[in-house]
């Protein structure tokens, strides 16, 4: 079970491929509002994921971290299996995998075995939505794990850096709350507001499955094990618009580390829209392992850091960019203004560089179909899983004046978060 702190951008050979993969999907709407995808893979496996639209964006002051919370009670037992250990065993007793993660806008539950084991794979998870017991034991037990998740993340300045920079970067948008919320909360949650939370957004009508094998009678096996309900109203709150950044902010945080971290963020566009494209493409002249711009001038010319990268994340409604790199303290300012410098030197040559390492970071990933699963319920979500096939030909349609208009535009004013070492 995981807070999904950094987004990953995932998913075939070629651009052929991912076009033959979309003329296999099918998607479909039950009478109760639950949709399904289904995509023929060919191989031995079959992956059935369900996702729920919801997440930390949605959740009150005093419900922050009931998302995540969520996430992890589900998988602690149900009528027909009590324990943890007898969901697990179901699954992993077959050779399965299985794993759940929360993010700001949806929550993600998934179960990979061998396709003669499909039934099992939607027969658990359709127990584990419909019949969850909620019992106040392993709420008692799961909060003392929950805390000592978000100990670990505040532990480690890997993971915290990304928290203290969505909490200064944004303003308003709740996005700016961590995923895995608040400790009081978490510490007082009772198991009303538990069910309460979970009978408003665990709906048929809130919720897509896709499904990732060479199975047959995919819908009418969803549609037997999930039946229940009909659909209903999901009221969920109007969240806030993020305002312009019009100034540059430095956050410094002190901790009893050795090294310094630092991060440029940069307030962007969501997903769907049309600069996320050439957003991508940046990145990917920026960021790329070892041969990226951020790298080779900050760690292989100069040798100021161990880690450094960049990372473009656009979800449904926000989206940010991201420089981070892990030095010495002197060096901030040194490396801050080589990051600003570098993003002032984007030139032609690289464009088509970037946009193959994009194409072919993008489809490589998508030979496994776990990723397949989780990334055609994250485009449904944006707007329409069929956007999957359009990602690959947006990226190729990017030119040196969407570049040239897209850095001013965004990457004008940053806030800069450093967890600074001894």
Not at 93 to 117: M, P, Q, S, W
Request: overall charge positive; charged content about 30%; hydrophobic content about 40%.
């Amino acid at each position: 079970m995981a807070i999904l702190i950094k987004v990953f951008f995932a998913p075939v050979k070629t651009i052929i491929n991912l076009k033959n993969m979309l003329l296999t999907m099918r998607k479909v709407t039950l009478p109760n509002g639950l949709q399904i995808i289904h995509e023929l893979k060919k191989g031995n496996s079959v992956v059935v994921q369900v996702m729920v639209k919801t997440g930390s964006n949605y959740e009150a002051e005093d419900e922050r971290g009931i998302s995540h919370f969520l996430e992890h009670i589900l998988f602690e037992g149900t009528t027909k299996r009590p324990t943890n250990r007898e969901i697990s065993n179901e699954i992993e007793k077959i050779g399965g995998d299985f794993n759940a993660y929360t993010t700001n806008e949806r929550t993600c539950f998934y179960v990979k075995v061998l396709k003669k084991h499909f039934h099992k794979a939607v027969e658990i998870l359709a127990d584990i939505f419909h019949n969850p017991l909620f019992k106040e034991e392993h709420i008692t037990k799961e909060r003392n794990i929950v805390l000592k998740e978000i100990d670990m993340v505040l532990d480690e300045p890997s993971y915290y850096q990304w928290i203290l920079l969505q909490k200064h970067l944004f303003k308003e948008h709740p996005c700016k709350y961590p995923v895995y919320g608040n400790k009081t909360v978490i510490r007082t949650l009772t198991r009303k507001k538990i069910i309460d939370y979970f009978e408003k957004y665990y709906l048929p009508n809130n919720m897509t499955i896709s499904v990732v094998g060479d199975v047959k009678q995919w819908k009418e096996e969803i549609k037997h094990h999930f039946w229940q309900k009909e659909p209903q109203s999901v009221k969920k709150p109007v969240l806030p618009l993020e305002p312009v950044a019009t100034k540059k902010n430095l956050t410094r945080e002190k901790k009893d580390i050795v090294n310094t971290y630092t991060i440029l963020g940069f307030k962007t566009v969501p997903r769907k829209h049309k600069d996320s494209a050439a957003l991508e493409v940046i990145n990917g002249i920026l960021g790329r392992g070892q041969s990226g711009k951020m790298f080779t001038e900050i760690r292989s010319r100069r040798g100021l850091a161990y880690d450094v990268g960049t990372q473009n994340v656009g979800e449904v409604n926000f989206g940010y960019f991201a420089i981070y790199a892990t030095i010495d303290k002197k060096n901030v300012v040194l490396v801050r203004n080589l990051i600003l410098e570098e993003l002032q030197k984007l030139q032609d040559k690289e464009l088509k560089e970037a946009k193959d390492f994009v194409e072919g970071h993008y489809l490589l990933e998508m030979e496994d179909s776990q990723k397949i699963a989780d990334q055609l319920l994250f485009w449904e979500h944006i707007g329409n899983a069929h956007l999957m096939k359009e990602f690959v030909k947006r990226i190729k349609e990017v030119t040196v004046n969407d570049i040239k208009r897209v850095v001013p535009l965004y990457f004008k004013n940053y806030t800069a978060v450093v967890l600074e070492g001894k």
